[in-house]
């Protein structure tokens, strides 16, 4: 039953978080209001930081980066089993997807088994593989995000036409498309920062897989697979249509890398679309940024922007090579 009215960076239990703080077996609810960075646990998270096993009933006003769990965040590395029910919980008086979020039906599970899920109780399955046979398949991969050795299989194409909105915020396990596609992903979260088919990726594995006629605003680190792609090997991917943002946009991936120290790939992938912005944009990549090397992958669209702006990635760090690679079209 709390009632929080605060500035920038506005939570429950902390406004800021850092590597040293853990919240964990803790939930909350009430209202939480504030200007930028408004979440249900914590207004800004920095990454290393645990939370564990905890949920928020709260309800969030923002008029930027809000989330039902987190404000603000670009990296999630040691956020386990913690969700919000994206059904009962308002955001800026709207049912949003954010990180964390889950539909009733699983967040009521989730409450009722002593916050456990079990994957074998919502996919069919093949050998080791879960099957994502159609959207309902799509939306329970939300209860399973945190997963890092769990392996996905999309059987068939699957249109989201008529799901506007829908994305899965982060995703740490393996998804092998098999050469289908998901099509009509389309985002308006203008105000939002990490969005992309898959928003946030961490030590993940995404192979051939195609993310057709993307139609995708939002604010920061927007791409039409991956908004922020962390130590994760992206193979023989494809995405087509329209990304918009501020800053750190690209048709494939927003933000590409991490200072990890690990060398991971971007190989044989391509783009066919527009996309505008500021700062970091790329008809490919818009920012690729530590040991992520670019193989064998091209870029078939318009990029539009004022600074660090490139055909096929807008800003590249000198630690990762770029080979094989080209662009054709209007920058």
């Given at each position: 039953?709390?009632?929080?009215?605060?500035?920038?960076?506005?939570?429950?239990?902390?406004?800021?978080?850092?590597?040293?703080?853990?919240?964990?077996?803790?939930?909350?609810?009430?209202?939480?209001?504030?200007?930028?960075?408004?979440?249900?646990?914590?207004?800004?998270?920095?990454?290393?930081?645990?939370?564990?096993?905890?949920?928020?009933?709260?309800?969030?006003?923002?008029?930027?980066?809000?989330?039902?769990?987190?404000?603000?965040?670009?990296?999630?590395?040691?956020?386990?089993?913690?969700?919000?029910?994206?059904?009962?919980?308002?955001?800026?008086?709207?049912?949003?997807?954010?990180?964390?979020?889950?539909?009733?039906?699983?967040?009521?599970?989730?409450?009722?088994?002593?916050?456990?899920?079990?994957?074998?109780?919502?996919?069919?399955?093949?050998?080791?593989?879960?099957?994502?046979?159609?959207?309902?398949?799509?939306?329970?991969?939300?209860?399973?995000?945190?997963?890092?050795?769990?392996?996905?299989?999309?059987?068939?194409?699957?249109?989201?036409?008529?799901?506007?909105?829908?994305?899965?915020?982060?995703?740490?396990?393996?998804?092998?498309?098999?050469?289908?596609?998901?099509?009509?992903?389309h985002i308006s979260l203008e105000n939002q920062n990490n969005i992309g088919?898959?928003?946030?990726?961490?030590?993940?594995?995404?192979?051939?897989?195609?993310?057709?006629?993307?139609?995708?605003?939002?604010?920061?680190?927007?791409?039409?697979?991956?908004?922020?792609?962390?130590?994760?090997?992206?193979?023989?991917?494809?995405?087509?249509?329209?990304?918009?943002?501020?800053?750190?946009?690209?048709?494939?991936?927003?933000?590409?890398?991490?200072?990890?120290?690990?060398?991971?790939?971007?190989?044989?992938?391509?783009?066919?679309?527009?996309?505008?912005?500021?700062?970091?944009?790329?008809?490919?990549?818009?920012?690729?940024?530590?040991?992520?090397?670019?193989?064998?992958?091209?870029?078939?669209?318009?990029?539009?922007?004022?600074?660090?702006?490139?055909?096929?990635?807008?800003?590249?760090?000198?630690?990762?090579?770029?080979?094989?690679?080209?662009?054709?079209?209007?920058?």
């Amino acid at each position: 039953d709390v009632n929080i009215t605060g500035g920038n960076y506005v939570g429950t239990f902390a406004g800021v978080i850092w590597h040293s703080s853990s919240i964990v077996n803790c939930h909350s609810g009430g209202v939480v209001s504030g200007l930028t960075g408004v979440g249900g646990l914590v207004g800004s998270y920095s990454s290393y930081a645990p939370i564990e096993n905890c949920y928020s009933t709260t309800n969030i006003s923002s008029n930027a980066s809000a989330g039902g769990l987190l404000g603000s965040w670009s990296h999630q590395h040691s956020v386990y089993n913690s969700f919000y029910n994206y059904d009962s919980v308002l955001i800026n008086e709207e049912n949003l997807l954010t990180f964390g979020a889950l539909f009733d039906d699983q967040f009521s599970d989730w409450l009722a088994n002593d916050l456990t899920l079990d994957p074998n109780n919502y996919f069919a399955a093949d050998d080791d593989h879960f099957l994502i046979q159609n959207f309902s398949d799509l939306i329970h991969i939300l209860g399973f995000a945190y997963y890092d050795d769990i392996n996905f299989r999309l059987t068939d194409d699957i249109d989201l036409t008529a799901e506007e909105g829908f994305y899965i915020p982060s995703f740490k396990g393996n998804f092998y498309g098999q050469g289908n596609v998901i099509s009509n992903l389309h985002i308006s979260l203008e105000n939002q920062n990490n969005i992309g088919f898959f928003g946030l990726t961490s030590g993940a594995y995404i192979a051939d897989l195609g993310v057709v006629n993307v139609d995708i605003t939002g604010n920061r680190r927007i791409g039409g697979l991956v908004g922020v792609n962390m130590d994760t090997d992206i193979d023989n991917c494809f995405s087509t249509g329209s990304v918009n943002g501020s800053q750190e946009i690209g048709i494939l991936i927003g933000h590409n890398g991490i200072n990890s120290g690990d060398s991971y790939n971007v190989s044989n992938s391509y783009t066919i679309g527009n996309v505008s912005g500021d700062n970091r944009i790329g008809g490919l990549i818009g920012s690729n940024d530590y040991y992520s090397a670019i193989d064998n992958c091209h870029s078939h669209s318009t990029v539009t922007g004022e600074s660090g702006v490139g055909g096929l990635i807008g800003y590249n760090n000198n630690l990762s090579p770029v080979s094989n690679s080209h662009t054709t079209g209007s920058v």
